[in-house]
Every structure is written in C-alpha cells, then in structure tokens.
C-alpha cells in the first residue's frame, strides 16, 4: 500500500485542484462550476497514478495522447468530498497548493448546498477563485464575471 504522506507530497508537486466554469443555461446563473482533482505523469511513470488510484478507491486514469502523459482525475463531487478533501486535511499540503486546496474545499461547499446555482454563490465561488495566483490558465477570465 502507497504511503499516505508520499501521496500528499506528490500532489504537492505534480497534482492540481481545479475548478472549471463553463457556459451553461441554468435557470438563475449561467454557468457550470465543475471541481476536479487530477496528478499527470509520464507515460513511463503512469504506474503511480494505479497505486493513487487504489489507495483512493475512486477516479479515472486516461492517457492525454496530445503530450504522451496519463492523468489520474476525480470529478464526483461525493468522492471528491468524502475521499480526496478528508484525505488532505488529514495529511496537509506543504506549498502554495494548500491554497488552491482551501478554495477547493470552499467550493465543494457551496456546490453541496446548492448554492452555485445561484447568483451569490456563484460571485462567492469567483471572488475565492480571484485569491489565487493570477498566472492560471482560464477559458474565460474571472474579471469578466
């Protein structure tokens, strides 16, 4: 079995917290908030991301054919929420990614309270994204919410 605290420092350096916003036509926002938990690997290093996967019991793992690497990904909100957060507020995260796990956190919040479907809990959700670094690669820019 993979260590737990080998698997908080390997997120630290080679995993992600997203929250992805896309166009949608809800009845009061107009977008869709999606969380997702991800670690990419070389083709040659992939055998990590089986062994993540087992210690979590959840996700996904495909190969990106763009760049020969395969992503580990959870996106159910109930795993993310009852695996992937308990894990790292049991075991922390030593760099900046601690940040972008608190926002995280934060989100999966206000998407279990059904609070992102609103106009309040959707500006939340982009004021607590806007606290991160600036240099994140966005489709949409949070300044034009």
């Given at each position: 079995?993979?260590?737990?605290?080998?698997?908080?420092?390997?997120?630290?350096?080679?995993?992600?917290?997203?929250?992805?916003?896309?166009?949608?036509?809800?009845?009061?926002?107009?977008?869709?908030?999606?969380?997702?938990?991800?670690?990419?690997?070389?083709?040659?290093?992939?055998?990590?991301?089986?062994?993540?996967?087992?210690?979590?019991?959840?996700?996904?793992?495909?190969?990106?054919?763009?760049?020969?690497?395969?992503?580990?990904?959870?996106?159910?909100?109930?795993?993310?929420?009852m695996?992937?957060?308990?894990?790292f507020?049991?075991?922390?995260?030593?760099?900046?990614?601690?940040?972008?796990?608190?926002?995280?956190?934060?989100?999966?919040?206000?998407?279990?309270?059904?609070?992102?479907?609103?106009?309040?809990?959707?500006?939340?959700?982009?004021?607590n994204?806007?606290?991160?670094p600036?240099?994140?690669?966005r489709?949409?820019?949070?300044?034009?919410?």
């Open positions: 079995m993979i260590d737990s605290n080998y698997i908080t420092g390997f997120v630290d350096g080679e995993g992600s917290f997203s929250i992805t916003i896309s166009p949608r036509q809800f009845e009061k926002v107009k977008w869709e908030v999606r969380p997702s938990f991800s670690i990419s690997q070389n083709k040659e290093s992939r055998g990590v991301l089986f062994q993540i996967k087992d210690y979590f019991k959840c996700g996904i793992i495909r190969p990106n054919r763009k760049d020969n690497t395969y992503k580990y990904e959870v996106r159910s909100l109930e795993d993310l929420d695996k992937i957060i308990p894990h507020q049991r075991y922390p995260l030593k760099t900046e990614k601690r940040k972008d796990f608190e926002v995280f956190v934060e989100t999966i919040k206000i998407i279990k309270q059904d609070k992102h479907l609103t106009e309040e809990g959707f500006q939340q959700i982009i004021e994204l806007k606290t991160l600036k240099n994140r690669k489709k949409y820019k949070l300044e034009n919410f």
